[in-house]
C-alpha cells in the first residue's frame, strides 16, 4: 500500500478466525474508489488486543465512562428511561438519574480493546 503512495498505518486488532501477526482488515477496502496520499490502515491479529468488559451498571455516566476507558474502551452513550424488557445486561430496578441500567457487551465478555461499549442511562 505505501508503494501504491497510501500513507499506511497498522494497527492492533482482535481477529480470533486469523493467526497472530496476520493481517486481518484493511481500510480503504480493497477494490474501493480511493486517492493517492490518503491515510489508508492494516488491522493486525492481535490476541492481546482484547480485554475484559468491567461491570458498569448502576455507575454515573461520568464514572461508566471513566471506568471502560480505563479498560481501552470507548463509549457510546444512549439516554433513555429504564421501562424494563430490554434484552442484555441490564439491572431493572436501576431508575437513578444519570445511572447506568444497561450494557452491551456484557461484563466478563472479551471484547477487542478500542471498540465501543454501549451504556444506557436514564435521563
Do not use: H
Request: aromatic share 10%; with cysteine.
Amino acid at each position: 500500500m505505501a508503494k501504491a503512495g497510501f500513507n499506511v498505518t497498522t494497527l492492533s486488532q482482535y481477529c480470533p478466525s486469523y493467526p497472530q501477526g496476520t493481517v486481518c482488515d484493511q481500510t480503504p477496502s480493497p477494490g474501493s474508489p480511493a486517492t493517492v496520499g490518503q491515510p489508508a490502515y492494516l488491522y493486525v491479529s492481535n490476541d492481546q488486543a482484547v480485554n475484559e468488559v468491567p461491570m458498569v451498571l448502576g455507575r454515573t455516566v461520568d464514572r461508566a465512562k471513566q471506568k471502560l476507558a480505563e479498560y481501552g474502551y470507548k463509549t457510546r452513550v444512549i439516554v433513555k428511561q429504564n421501562t424494563g424488557g430490554y434484552p442484555g445486561c441490564q439491572d431493572s430496578s436501576e431508575t437513578g438519574s444519570g445511572r447506568v441500567w444497561l450494557q452491551d457487551p456484557c461484563a466478563a465478555a472479551d471484547y477487542g480493546k478500542g471498540s465501543y461499549v454501549t451504556i444506557y442511562v436514564n435521563p
